[in-house]
């Protein structure tokens, strides 16, 4: 992951646009933001939680698959 992802932090998000393509990268998802500006998200293939959940830094770094290693950190307050 690019730490460019760190520019959104204290953005609002006012629309999200995802795309599938028959070729790489197969899944696009581009958050878009009331500055005028968006953010792209892509890789072969991935997919979206079923909600938003509520968790701390803490709490969340502790989800998903046994073994992952966090790449990249960011968030206000760290």
């Known amino acids: 992951m ?3 992802i760190a520019e ?9 646009v995802v ?4 070729r790489p990268p197969h899944t696009q998802v581009f958050l ?4 005028g500006t968006h953010y792209e998200l892509y890789g072969e293939y991935f997919t979206g939680a079923g909600g938003v ?5 803490e709490e ?4 998903g698959q046994p073994g992952g290693k966090i790449v990249f ?4 307050g760290a």
């Open 2 to 4: 690019k730490h460019a």
């Open 19 to 22: 795309k599938e393509n028959g």
């Open 8 to 16: 959104i932090l204290g953005k609002t998000v006012s629309g999200v």
């Open 53 to 57: 959940d509520r968790g701390t830094a």
């Open 60 to 63: 969340i770094k502790s989800k």
């Open 32 to 35: 878009m933001f009331r500055d």
């Open 73 to 76: 950190e960011v968030h206000e």
